[in-house]
């Protein structure tokens, strides 16, 4: 329900573009600019608003773009400028809004600012990054760890000194307590500004500041206890000090006052912080002056059940007064949520189309990853395919991110699905095959005709895309609430359960009227919803 006036965003659906396998031209194995620019109308016909594109600056790559050496320059195995700007004219004709992934907490090591950084502790941009002396016995300055395994010091022995990095020791971290290096990231954001595209999503957004002083991080109750079982040393750490620093929002209002001389431009923020996610997306988007909306990882892990998804947006709800969220079940970096939620001998299609169903009806705006529209499952990957340094590093008690980033399927029979003439960057999975663009845009009950039909659903009821929510009790894992805005109310009712469930409805709700949601196969009867495993029931309360 996206339109031209400022707050577009709320309420829209956003869908996640990973550039690199989402359409290749060049037969280089990799998705490019002119390959997005040629599949927007799929996207458009998907009834989404905005389109969000993961990095394309210009980038060795070592994290897959997430380590920028040039903020206003395009990679050239995504293409040139001009074939961005011709992206963002493609999305406009066809009423999609552009976001861009911006990567501000950390550069690549071969970025110009930081090649000068460690040539001298003396240079003009020698406090650019996060430089610190070694303890006396020539150990990191502290015990903070980096996100992707091992220290989050690095030792440079030309400055003879650590650089901090919270992920690859290639990616080391801006010192935003530098006036000068918020200056300058902001100069690049106003680059993508005058370029045309309308907001940004601001990776890892809580890990801008650190702490001046580098005190340590305290351990976590459970790692004391010896409780922790955590894969990654990274969260057996309470991350007090290297991350989430109240000196951010300072920086926020700045961006935010950027954003504001533009007519029209949002953002939205990728909040990570453990346990204090909400209090910190709350601080975030407070006041009208910091983040337009924030997503965390409440629905992006395995639990998926009634009370989990009620206690996460009654959680948001408590903590967050004026701001506003973003929900996802799938990103670039977790496992695809159908191969997550379907349990042993589960239907996947059926998990799909739940799913779609649910985000629809939560309160917020929504984001989409290229392929759940599919029901892509995670694809299944050898080691020796991994591209992810992340995966390659934790393998086998993590396999990486790659598993959800396999290119995208676009015609069952033709070669590699369709997304490249050459080998694909990471392998196309024969599974993935079978549930092609092609293949789907014929069947009536389809995953894909599911996200359509429920994405035009919720663009008709003003409730969905902006109302309020209130939950109501139910039994067993039947997840109840109400809708109510725009001079409408909504019941929607969902039942996580494998097996049939009976909600009576609350004494003081009665449906007036249906809502066709594409036969579920829920049926009210005397007021008694019964409801089909993975069942969905959605009425016009009176």
Request: include cysteine.
């Amino acid at each position: 329900m996206a339109d031209d006036n400022a707050e577009w965003w709320r309420g829209c659906v956003i869908y996640q573009i990973y550039p690199r396998s989402f359409q290749d031209t060049t037969g280089d194995g990799g998705g490019d600019l002119r390959g997005i620019a040629s599949r927007l109308a799929h996207v458009a016909s998907l009834g989404v608003d905005a389109i969000w594109l993961s990095p394309i600056f210009k980038s060795p790559m070592a994290d897959m773009g997430y380590d920028v050496s040039d903020y206003t320059a395009v990679d050239p195995m995504f293409g040139t400028s001009e074939e961005f700007d011709a992206v963002v004219a493609e999305a406009h004709r066809l009423g999609l809004k552009v976001i861009i992934d911006q990567v501000l907490s950390h550069s690549s090591d071969r970025h110009e600012w930081f090649v000068e950084s460690r040539s001298s502790r003396d240079n003009p941009k020698a406090d650019w990054y996060v430089w610190a002396d070694p303890r006396p016995d020539g150990t990191a300055p502290n015990n903070w760890l980096s996100v992707f395994g091992g220290p989050a010091w690095e030792w440079d022995a030309t400055r003879r000194q650590y650089y901090m990095h919270n992920f690859l020791a290639s990616q080391p971290d801006l010192n935003f307590h530098n006036p000068e290096v918020q200056d300058a990231l902001l100069e690049t954001v106003r680059f993508w500004l005058e370029r045309g595209v309308d907001g940004f999503r601001l990776d890892t957004v809580n890990y801008y500041v650190h702490d001046r002083w580098l005190r340590s991080n305290p351990p976590l109750a459970s790692s004391v206890a010896g409780t922790n079982t955590e894969t990654n040393p990274y969260l057996y750490q309470e991350h007090l000090f290297d991350k989430t620093q109240p000196e951010n929002l300072a920086f926020l209002r700045r961006f935010r006052a950027l954003l504001d001389g533009y007519e029209g431009r949002a953002a939205v923020g990728e909040v990570g912080d453990e346990d204090r996610s909400l209090q910190t997306l709350a601080a975030y988007t407070a006041d009208g002056d910091k983040l337009d909306m924030c997503y965390t990882f409440d629905l992006l892990g395995p639990q998926f059940s009634a009370a989990h998804v009620r206690g996460c947006v009654e959680a948001f709800e408590r903590a967050v007064s004026d701001g506003w969220v973003c929900w996802a079940f799938s990103n670039h970096d977790v496992v695809r949520h159908v191969t997550r939620w379907t349990r042993p001998h589960g239907d996947p299609e059926r998990v799909a189309k739940f799913s779609i169903a649910l985000l629809s009806c939560l309160r917020g705006s929504i984001c989409l990853y290229q392929g759940e529209e599919l029901g892509l499952e995670e694809a299944k990957l050898a080691f020796e395919d991994l591209r992810d340094p992340y995966g390659i590093r934790f393998w086998p008690g993590f396999k990486g991110r790659d598993g959800c980033r396999t290119p995208m399927v676009w015609e069952k029979g033709a070669e590699n699905a369709g997304f490249s003439t050459g080998r694909p960057w990471l392998p196309v999975p024969d599974s993935h095959r079978a549930r092609a663009v092609d293949v789907q845009n014929g069947e009536e009950k389809s995953v894909l005709a599911s996200y359509r039909a429920m994405l035009a659903l919720r663009k008709q009821h003003v409730a969905l895309v902006q109302g309020s929510i209130r939950f109501l009790d139910a039994e067993g894992d039947v997840l109840a609430f109400i809708r109510e805005g725009g001079g409408e109310k909504l019941l929607c009712v969902f039942n996580f359960a494998d097996a049939p469930a009976n909600w009576p409805l609350a004494p003081d709700v009665d449906v007036a009227e249906t809502i066709d949601l594409g036969g579920t196969g829920a049926a009210l009867q005397s007021k008694i919803l019964s409801l089909p495993p993975l069942g969905c029931f959605l009425g016009r309360a009176g």
